[in-house]
């Protein structure tokens, strides 16, 4: 079946312009991440979304990152007035249930690049 | 807060030969763990996982991975690596109270004929 997908793959833009990524999580997975991954370093937690709201949004580094989830299967992650220190890979990934337990499958990413 | 420690960022091998990466955890309280692989161009990939049980954990590809709770490790072993082996490994916990998961900065493995 079909695994988790991310678009675009890549995404390259101006500073101070406004982005966003979208995530199609696998089918019937209620359970949606967020997670950045810089340069060197392992994947970062963003926001989780359990159906249509986001569980934990502990991970967003600030107030310019923003994720929506309105019909608890695509997602959109928002990123107004981009800066340069934001250029990482963006990863989703969707899990069955969301438990602890619960094996969390990847998509490919979205690399970002703020110019 | 929980933190993963992976101790080698490369870790180069030849062929056939042994391999161990070894990753390190901040807390032994409740903890869930996992393995993932990280191949050139693709997503991250489910290696292996701990829940409870059997200290001594079977994944894909040949891996294994043992936790030992003592020293808080849980580092991924395979007996005879191949070319294709050659990916970036993380690994990473389950943070308790919540269910993000914590990652170590990963371990590149190169592996050379």
């Known amino acids: 079946g079909a695994g988790v997908s991310q678009t675009p793959s890549n995404k390259v833009t101006e500073k101070g312009k406004y982005v966003e990524l979208r995530c199609d999580p696998i089918s019937g997975h209620t359970a949606l991440y967020w997670y950045r991954q810089s340069l060197g370093q392992g994947p970062e937690f963003l926001i989780y979304f359990q159906g249509t709201g986001a569980a934990d949004d502990s991970g967003l580094p600030n107030d310019r990152f923003f994720a929506v989830r309105p019909e608890g299967s695509v997602s959109t992650l928002k990123i107004q007035r981009t800066e340069r220190g934001d250029s990482a890979v963006y990863l989703c990934?969707?899990?069955?249930?969301?438990?602890?337990?619960?094996?969390?499958?990847f998509g490919p990413g979205t690399r970002l690049t703020v110019l | 807060a929980q933190s993963v420690t992976q101790l080698d960022s490369q870790v180069p091998v030849f062929e056939e030969a042994p391999v161990e990466l070894r990753c390190n955890y901040s807390s032994s309280v409740s903890v869930y763990l996992f393995w993932y692989v990280q191949y050139p161009n693709q997503g991250l990939q489910l290696l292996l996982k701990y829940l409870s049980g059997s200290t001594l954990v079977k994944g894909i590809n040949g891996f294994e991975a043992e936790f030992n709770k003592s020293q808080t490790s849980f580092h991924l072993r395979k007996p005879s690596v191949h070319i294709s082996d050659t990916a970036e490994y993380f690994c990473a916990v389950s943070d308790r109270g919540t269910d993000k998961l914590i990652f170590g900065t990963g371990t590149r493995l190169q592996v050379f004929p």
């Open positions: 990934a969707s899990s069955l249930d969301g438990g602890r337990t619960d094996t969390q499958y």
